[in-house]
């Protein structure tokens, strides 16, 4: 007798628990059973991370695994960069000091923040929420001064030139911003978005030196280490949940396109001033 397959088997999304039990799939159901055997193990890993408790479990780890990485290539793009650029040189200024410091200590306090919330320290970590908030603030402060003296001690320009310089260069740091701030926005909102958003925020703080780039020896921009940032968080989601989380639609659209079409425009408009960027 020919053996008859369902025509069609869902899979309830994970973290909803609203779904009725129509919508899920039961790997010791005679429906899962009736599957190719190929197609019982793909059922049974979207089972898997259908529940609720395992798939909080795996973001903690996935979230405090990419603190780890973004710390290990944030110091090792930096040791690049001070080994093949200028930029011990400007370690030199008290100004860079303190921008160094607090950008820093976002990144930690990141990895500190998915450690707590891995070690189920949830008290602890809105706390230490209260210090991002605060080392937020200090950071786009410290960019605005930054910007405000350039732009006083610049010689006599264009105002497009000084737009470019005071502004545009620091595309980086206004992405973190616009991350950062929708991010604590919605820590009591939603929890899924927020930690999304914090993440493509730091991501954007820590990926400012080429460690791809400098790793193959190419002239790839820093950017592209944000991208390779985005895309495995998107992949994570697409395997975990079978859809991307708006977070990373809206934001992964300023990391991924904000920082090249400002490049573009730089490059084209004042290519002048490149040197000077």
């Keep these: 007798m020919q053996r008859k397959y369902p025509d069609r088997l869902t899979v309830a999304p994970s973290g909803n628990s609203n779904n009725s039990k129509s919508d ?16 019982q193990g793909i059922t049974m890993s979207a089972t898997y991370f ?16 990419m603190a780890l990485i973004i710390v290990a290539t944030d110091a090792l793009g930096f040791n690049i960069a001070f080994r093949k650029t200028n930029i011990a040189d400007e370690l030199h200024s008290p100004w860079v000091k303190v921008h160094v410091f607090f950008f820093t200590s976002w990144i930690f ?19 230490l929420g209260i210090a991002g908030v605060v080392n937020c ?5 410290i960019t605005v001064i930054g910007a405000v003296s350039v732009f006083v001690n610049s010689p006599p320009r264009p105002a497009l030139d000084h737009f470019m310089l005071g502004v ?15 991010g604590i926005l919605f820590r009591n ?6 930690k999304r958003l914090m993440f493509l925020a730091t991501v954007v703080v820590a990926a400012r030196f ?10 790839w921009p820093h950017y592209i280490d944000q991208d390779a940032f985005l895309v495995i968080g998107v992949l994570y989601d697409l395997i975990t949940r079978r859809r991307v989380n708006p977070a990373y639609i809206w934001g992964g659209m300023i990391v991924a396109l904000v920082p090249p079409i400002v490049e573009y425009f730089f490059r084209t408009l004042v290519p002048h001033l490149v040197a000077v960027q």
């Design 24 to 39: 899920r799939i039961d790997s010791n159901s005679p429906a899962c059973a009736m599957l190719p055997p190929g197609f």
């Design 50 to 65: 259908g529940n609720p408790a395992i798939l909080r479990r795996s973001d903690q780890l996935f979230f405090l695994s």
């Design 109 to 127: 306090l990141f990895l500190a923040q998915a450690t707590l919330i891995a070690s189920h320290r949830t008290d602890l970590h809105r706390k």
């Design 137 to 141: 603030g200090l950071m786009i402060l």
């Design 168 to 182: 545009v260069v620091h595309v980086d740091a206004i992405d973190f911003a616009i991350l950062a701030i929708s």
């Design 189 to 194: 909102r939603d929890s899924e978005i927020h």
């Design 210 to 219: 080429p460690f791809i780039g400098g790793l193959f020896k190419t002239k």
